[in-house]
């Protein structure tokens, strides 16, 4: 079993929807980070939290650490918007251990 | 915010040369960089952690004499596949991190295709 399972795998939405992605993760964590990947492959850090709640612009995440998961949510969701999402968590020596990622597609 | 760069972005090489890529954080000091690399729609797998001045800690499976890493300066981290096989193929990433601190800074990546 993965130690970072991401759910969904894929996504699709209508432009405007609200959007939620969800990470479990099954080891203790100093830090958990959610990542977009755009289809060149370059990697944004969208958030790194240890607990509670963050909010950047119409992304949000949360984050239980009793229950060992976080959620990413979009709201009003935009076709730019559509990319790879990744949760990461951090472990021992800062060693990230990375989810498989979801795919989202937002269509206009 | 913070910002690191790699080079070059993409790089097409023939079986048997030698590939090398550069890590380098623009706007900050990193004692810790890591190399990733990714297969096409899998994770990405961690394959070293680098630190300034020392040697790299590789991860189990993945051979140190092939993916030699440098980290020369709290700047810059070099890896460098050495004689470059097709299964070599891949995205390989770094990311760099400030002492005493869980953030990472991810490059934009390096596609590597080895013919």
């Known amino acids: 079993k993965n130690e970072v399972e991401q759910s969904p795998q894929n996504l699709t939405a209508q432009e405007g929807e609200f959007i939620t992605i969800n990470c479990s993760y099954s080891?203790?964590?100093?830090?958990l980070h959610w990542l977009q990947q755009h289809p060149g492959g370059g990697i944004v850090s969208l958030f790194m939290l240890s607990s509670g709640k963050k909010k950047h612009g119409r992304l949000i995440a949360t984050i239980n650490i009793q229950e060992k998961h976080s959620s990413l949510h979009i709201t009003a969701s935009h076709p730019r918007d559509s990319a790879v999402y990744i949760c990461a968590v951090t472990g021992s020596n800062y060693k990230l251990t990375f989810g498989k990622g979801t795919l989202l597609t937002v269509n206009p | 915010g913070a910002v690191v760069s790699q080079h070059p972005s993409r790089v097409i090489c023939k079986s048997g040369t030698s590939v090398k890529i550069e890590c380098r954080s623009l706007?900050?000091?990193?004692?810790?960089m890591f190399w990733y690399r990714q297969f096409p729609k899998k994770s990405l797998m961690l394959m070293a952690t680098?630190?300034?001045?020392?040697?790299?800690?590789?991860e189990q499976g993945v051979e140190k004499d092939k993916f030699l890493i440098n980290h020369a300066s709290l700047t810059l981290s070099t890896l460098t596949v050495t004689s470059a096989h097709p299964e070599d193929s891949s995205f390989y990433i770094c990311?760099?991190?400030?002492?005493?601190?869980?953030?990472?800074?991810f490059g934009p990546g390096t596609r590597l295709t080895v013919l």
């Open positions: 680098s630190n300034e001045g020392s040697k790299a800690t590789y």
């Open positions: 080891v203790g964590i100093s830090a």
């Open positions: 990311s760099a991190r400030v002492d005493r601190a869980d953030t990472q800074y």
């Open positions: 706007d900050f000091q990193a004692t810790t």
